[in-house]
């Protein structure tokens, strides 16, 4: 079986995720809102406090349906942050801390089915 250069660079990329995700596991700490990334995409932990002048996408939002809990890149819920309350889980966008199930930020998809 010949194996591409592409397809290699791809296995060995997928290799070092789960070799990642293996070695430190899961986030156990809330993500920080001053976080670069966090700043950058416009997290908020709770979707209710988004500034709408500052982020329209979550203006459109007239149902409260854009939060975390709903997104695409929420992988796993239901897990406790340290010292906080509330639901949080983890996110694909943000590897450094949970997300607030009612948080949300600009790069919000719905989850097919929800």
């Given at each position: 079986m010949k194996t591409?250069?592409?397809?290699?660079?791809?296995?060995?990329f997928l290799a070092?995720?789960?070799w990642k995700s293996r070695l430190y596991?899961?986030?156990k700490n809330a993500l920080d809102p001053n976080d670069p990334t966090a700043k950058a995409l416009?997290?908020?932990?709770?979707?209710?406090?988004v500034d709408?002048?500052?982020w329209p996408k979550k203006a459109q939002d007239k149902e409260g349906k854009q939060i975390?809990?709903?997104c695409v890149f929420w992988t796993k819920g239901g897990l406790k942050a340290e010292g906080r309350e509330g639901?949080?889980?983890v996110c694909t966008?943000?590897?450094k801390g949970l997300v607030s199930a009612t948080g949300w930020c600009n790069s919000w998809a719905l989850k097919p089915g929800t």
């Open positions: 591409s250069r592409r397809g290699f660079a791809s296995l060995m070092g995720i789960t596991g899961e986030p416009g997290y908020y932990e709770d979707h209710t406090k709408l002048s500052k975390c809990k709903t639901e949080w889980g966008l943000f590897p």
